[in-house]
T-cell receptor, first 110, second 113 residues
């Protein structure tokens, strides 16, 4: 079946640097993409989403980029902070049904 | 505060027992979802419901059952037919108008004694 995946299972980043988390998706029919952050023992927390008719969307310290040509999604976090340490998931699909990737664990070094 | 409440946080099941996980939301969302998360993996959809008294199977529905008698409640029963029930179970909800993100509870961790 279709799958969503992240390029790297782990990412270590220096505090204050920018982070880039990548995600590849395979379902060209997907029209909605979303990033979640999950801290240990908690449920995923919504970060930012983007529709297929857009290629970039910005939030507070975060930017999501969508490249439909190569089916690639990325999350950029500016000025990474210790509180950004978590597992990050991308998901794709139509809004009522999402497919999730396996996640990237981000560790922020002091 | 508005949100999604899952209970209990930890649950233990004996072999051959059915157990029910609770999910309640006061966000007035129409749609609700149940996911299973195993270590190092993404979320897999068990069941979802877009309206009261209606629900659909997700990708891994075997060994699970749900009901949706009230808008705010979507309990999940893990039956004895589920041979590998140890996992982290997450409930989510969302409004059904346009593209809105799913919001999650803080999960129930189920273990087998």
């Amino acid at each position: 079946g279709e799958s969503v995946g992240l390029h790297l299972p782990t990412l270590s980043v220096q505090e204050g640097d920018n982070s880039i988390i990548n995600c590849a998706y395979s379902n060209s029919a997907s029209d909605y993409f979303i990033w979640y952050k999950q801290e240990s023992g908690k449920g995923p927390q919504f970060i930012i989403d983007i529709r297929s008719n857009m290629d970039k969307r910005q939030g507070q310290r975060v930017t999501v980029l969508l490249n439909k040509t190569v089916k690639h999604l990325s999350l950029q976090i500016a000025a990474t902070q210790p509180g950004d340490s978590a597992v990050y998931f991308c998901a794709e699909g139509v809004a009522h049904k999402l497919s999730f990737g396996a996640g990237t664990t981000v560790t922020v070094r002091a | 505060d508005g949100g999604i409440t899952q209970s209990p946080k930890y649950l233990f099941r004996k072999e051959g027992q059915n157990v029910t996980l609770s999910c309640e939301q006061n966000l007035n969302h129409d749609a609700m979802y149940w996911y299973r998360q195993d270590p190092g993996q993404g979320l897999r959809l068990i069941y979802y419901s877009q309206i009261v008294n209606d629900f659909q199977k997700g990708d891994i529905a075997e060994g699970y059952s749900v009901s949706r008698e009230k808008k705010e409640s979507f309990p999940l029963t893990v039956t004895s037919a589920q041979k590998n029930p140890t996992a982290f179970y997450l409930c989510a909800s969302r409004p059904t108008i346009s593209n809105q993100p799913q919001h999650f509870g803080d999960g129930t961790r189920l273990s087998i004694l």
